[in-house]
């Protein structure tokens, strides 16, 4: 039975000497078809008739699926018969074939098949043989030779059309669509159009400006219009480019839109030839084909003001702005502002993707991009943006110095060339500034000394900088007053967070880190936190905020949302936390236990019942609290404390959780456990124009905007005793409400109290507003202020300076060796002069005469011995082998840059005085040469 079943197989498949295969199998993916030379049968549907033969492929199309049939006569088929066919496959002169008298028949009929689209260069191709192919926009190039041939290309290579199925006379130049089965003969691939039909076109371009197709108008008068101009390429991006013809000013660029990466580069002469389209209101030219004619050229950037960027005749301009400061960071799509006092443009990622803070000082180059008619520079890549010097981390040490202490700044300033100079400039209460430069650097660490002043001085300052390139910056004024001995000044702000999760848009962490920035708080408490991730989150745009190095307390996945406490280490020591949970029904408060400068301070963050109804519950929830204080200061004795957070509260009179708070007892414990309102706005908040500039929710028009004070610190009742920790009066601020926005957004308009990016920034983060006050702590150690500890190099040797502002003992070792060991009365300067190569760290104990003991550290950078001397006609630098050295004339010019390949290197130099600077150090020499 096997053997039957065999036979009949073989019979079906190999019948008579014919073999039915598929057209697929015919072409074989090769040059030459493995069936060369046998007799096979196979089906397709007809895609071209000519003269003596006619094209069919096997559905749907495609590569390697088309055939030619030859008959040596007119078949008697039509495109889209469906027909069965049997013949020898034939390689005539290259062209795979089913020739020797063939026989077919038609089977039916069927729709056409569609042709396939395929570029002129890569037709030229054996996949494509037989198959009926499209080219789209492709140009002649040549008129017909004596065979009716002629040639087109898309810009991709050439291909020939021939005339087997009608003939065409074209224009060299113009633009057609063929269509049309590929044949071989004669060495060359050709495209056959069947007839008039498969020949579509010409399109004709027709020369203009770019002046022209702009138009001088918001829309082009060419849109639509099939055009060709020339220009230089001034930038290149994904997925196009921009050109601009001389003179290179206004209305004289335009956007060339490829779709693709496009084939040229910067400056490069093209001629383009595409359509006038409008995107969005952005001008710009959908590209057919394009062609280098030069290249080398090179287009200077308009300069011109922020506010010039967003009109019509800049669009497609290369352009540049200069002193621009960034305004808003938070856009999506990694955009931003920036505003060089004229008015505020946008800046995108087209070619590099910038992460500046608020306030950076830039110059940009880029060209401008036009997106829903809103103007755009397009930095080109980070060539294109000079930031000016950036100060992040700028600190005081101590915070709040006293009439023995002299004042630390330290800053780091960041910037993406080279800072060739910086300054500290100070006043004294209306005094003139007085200029210092830094005492000493670490990498991009700078460090500064203020002198001691006198109980009561006001002491203003700020920082300079410049770079390489000419960008200046400077900081905003800071000021401290000089107080009496031993007190820390810190701000503590409380927060409703809004649901904040680790899995909250990004746009609003980067509110929060822009509000944050703005307010340098020292204490953040929050309410209404989701989860673990989400305090991460914050805590790490605290840390990236500039504001110093932060800490928070341990996360309590309460039945509720959750409280969070962040600190900032320099200043706050967590000592302990705990989490008061009332009876049932009833919501958790979070205890912290922080010490600022030797004082203990308890913080309680609250989050009671929200909305009317519920007045009875947040009693409830006070009265618990308040019982758990007073049970304290019965187990403990007298603590001071803070109670913060998000109460709710409507009026003072019907919410009596809020009158709880602040009653007092009977004789003779009157102020047991008593709190005050440091506002001390007791009355009907909600929606009264009378409180208006206190009101902390909504931040949004959507929620009712600026209706309800909910927001309170409340403070130990007996807080302002002057012993340990003291409010600072007038400091209390419901943040970013200027008493204008009743029932409005926060950022509904101008907005008196805060700038627009911070106000944008206060309704996209939470629809409640941050609420902060200062305090005051005084040390126990009373004078005992962390010690002011620096040091810096010198020529074989390195300069130490501690300053502890009172007598003390003091020891200062570099790893196990003593430096120094005995008394110092107010200020101890010494030199250390056994230095080593690189970076060397010393430690200062200081112990006072009451016994109380602080440990300090400071380092620098060290050099082997650099000396550098005048010669005649030059200077001479000893030492300085494979260093980085830059020479400057007296009005500061950079004259040369060196590295000297020896340790001694004479440099000519004409007579004049000249400052030397070792970059890595940054330390500078001044010599004389004659």
Known sequence: MKRIILLFFFIGFVLFGQTVVTIEEIQGH?????????????????????????????????????????LGSAPSVSVGDSVEVTGTVTEYYGLTEIGSSPTYSVLGTTTPLIPTDVQTGPANDEQWEGVLIRVVDAVCESLPNAYGEWIVDDGTGNLMVDDMGVSFTPTVGDTYTITGPLTYTYSRFKIEPRDANDISGPIHFTFHTIYEI????????????????????????????????????????????????????????VIVKGTVSEYRGFTEISLFKDSVVATGKHVPPYLTKTDSVNLEAYEGLLVKVMDATVQDTGLAGAEFTIDDGTGICRVDNWGVTLHPYPDDVLDLIGCVD??????????????????????????????????????????????????????????????????????????????????????GDTVHYYLWAE???????????????????????????????????????????????????????????????INEAGADTLLNRLNQAGIGTWSRAAFWDGPDTDNMLFYKNSIVLLVSQDTIIP????????????????????????????????ESQRFEEVQFLRQHIENLQGSKGDFEWLIVGDMNFYNSESDSGYTEFIRAHALPDTNLGRSKDILGLPGDWHDNATFAPYHTQSTRSSNGGLDDRFDFIFAKYELDNNIGVDYVSNSYTTFGNDGNHLNLSVNDGVNNAVPDSIADALYGFSDHLPVYADFRSSSPLGIHELPVFTCYPGDGWIGLNLFTGVEADVVIKKGSRIIYSGAIFDELRIKDYKPEK?????????????????????????????????ILHGIRITGGKHRKFRIFDITGRMIKSVQPEKNIWDIRLRPGVYFVRQRDSGRTFKQVVF
């Open 30 to 70: 090769a040059s030459s078809s493995p069936y060369d030379g046998q007799v096979v049968k196979t089906y397709g549907v007809v895609t071209g008739v000519f003269s003596r033969g006619f094209f069919m492929e096997m559905k749907p199309g495609g590569a390697w699926r088309g055939i030619y049939v030859y």
């Open 214 to 269: 702009q138009g001088q108008t918001t829309v082009s008068p060419y849109v639509d219009s099939n055009v060709v101009t020339t220009g230089v390429v001034t930038g290149v991006f994904n997925s196009g480019y921009f050109i601009e013809e001389s003179p290179f000013t206004p209305w004289h660029g335009i956007y060339v839109y490829t779709n693709s990466a496009p084939g040229v580069s910067r400056g490069d002469s």
């Open 370 to 455: 036009v997106y829903n008619d809103t103007a755009k520079i397009e930095p080109r890549d980070s060539a294109d943006v000079n930031f000016h010097p950036m100060f992040r981390d700028i600190s005081r040490n101590p915070l709040n110095p006293n009439f023995l202490q002299n004042v630390l700044i330290k800053a780091r300033i960041i910037d993406n060339s080279q800072v060739l100079y910086d300054s500290l400039y100070y006043k004294v209460n209306s005094g003139v500034y007085t200029s210092i430069y830094h005492d000493s650097t670490r990498l991009d660490t700078f460090y500064f000394t203020i002198p001691k002043y006198n109980k």
């Open 467 to 529: 770079d390489d390139s000419s960008g200046v910056s400077t900081t905003s004024d800071f000021y401290y007053i000089v107080g009496d001995t031993g007190f820390i000044q810190f701000r503590v702000l409380t927060y409703n967070v809004l649901d904040f999760s680790g899995t909250s848009a990004s746009a609003r962490a980067d509110d929060f880190e822009i509000v944050m920035r703005y307010i340098n708080p020292d204490i953040v408490v929050i309410q209404e936190l």
């Open 583 to 614: 009876p049932d029904g009833l919501r958790a408060i979070s205890e912290y236990v922080v010490e600022v400068n030797g004082s203990q301070l308890y913080i309680y963050s609250c989050h009671l019942k929200a909305s009317t109804g519920y």
């Open 838 to 870: 690189g970076f060397n760290k010393y430690t200062a104990l200081v112990t006072y005469k009451d016994g109380f003991e602080e440990r300090v550290v400071a380092e620098t950078f060290y050099d082997e011995v650099i000396k550098v001397s005048a």
